[in-house]
């Protein structure tokens, strides 16, 4: 199976702290995704990488970047938070090869909350 | 860009049927994916379609037409369980880029 895990589930920041949100997938998957799901707007994307140390902004990248320097790991950075950044972040993964790289297979995900 | 619509929200009788419908614009496109969301739980793919048609699986099946940048999920023998939010979602573009629609919630009542 497939398994996607995330640092934490809950997270309580204050605003301006820098926030680390990390992300590990154990079946070698070449893309990996970070989205933001929000009441009444769906999942938007942030941020996604399709190698190591590839990066391509997502629709919302504004605020956030991202750090993959292994193939398993990708880390999603708030370098300041704002309260406009509590959501919840789903990260996802994805294989180039069959199965197809359609099939996103998503963490937990964690649920931020910005003071 | 890409811009997907669906109903916010949809309710059926359990047995019965239901169809969830998604129409997109999107440049470049791929294929549409469908989702499931349980309440405090993670997006589960469900299906997929490229070419025009209906896939199914299980009581679960997919539409698409191309020409008209319409699919749907169709849902039959609608259990409790099926309650959760429906997400679509366009292939497009480059990178294995995917982008979802805003969901829909589905309520099954008795």
């Known amino acids: 199976d497939v398994k996607v895990t995330q640092s934490s589930r809950y997270l309580v920041k204050r605003t301006g702290e820098k926030v680390f949100l990390e992300c590990v997938q154990d079946?070698?998957?070449?893309?990996m995704f970070w989205y933001r799901q929000d009441p009444g707007l769906g999942l938007r994307l942030i941020y996604f990488?399709?190698?190591?140390?590839?990066?391509e902004k997502g629709d919302i990248p504004e605020g956030y970047s991202v750090s993959r320097e292994k193939k398993e790991r990708f880390s999603l950075i708030l370098e300041s938070a704002s309260t406009n950044q509590t959501s919840m972040y789903l990260c996802?993964?994805?294989?180039?090869?069959?199965?197809?790289?359609?099939?996103?297979?998503f963490g937990p995900g964690t649920r931020l909350l910005v003071l | 860009g890409q811009s997907l619509e669906q109903p916010s929200e949809v309710t059926a009788v359990e047995g019965a049927i239901v169809q969830i419908n998604c129409t997109y614009q999107t440049s470049g496109f791929y294929g549409l994916s469908w989702y499931q969301q349980h309440d405090g739980g993670a997006p589960t793919f469900l299906s997929y379609?490229?070419?025009?048609g209906l896939e199914e699986t299980g009581r679960f099946s997919s539409f698409l037409s191309r020409s008209d940048s319409y699919g749907y999920l169709l849902l039959q023998e609608l259990q409790m369980k099926d309650s959760a939010s429906y997400f679509c979602?366009?292939?497009?573009?480059?990178?294995?880029?995917?982008?979802f629609g805003t969901g829909t919630k589905l309520q099954v009542i008795p």
């Open positions: 079946m070698d998957h070449e893309n």
């Open positions: 996802a993964s994805s294989s180039t090869g069959r199965p197809r790289a359609e099939t996103q297979y």
């Open positions: 990488s399709y190698d190591v140390k590839m990066k």
């Open positions: 979602a366009v292939s497009s573009g480059g990178y294995q880029k995917v982008t």
């Open positions: 379609n490229a070419l025009d």
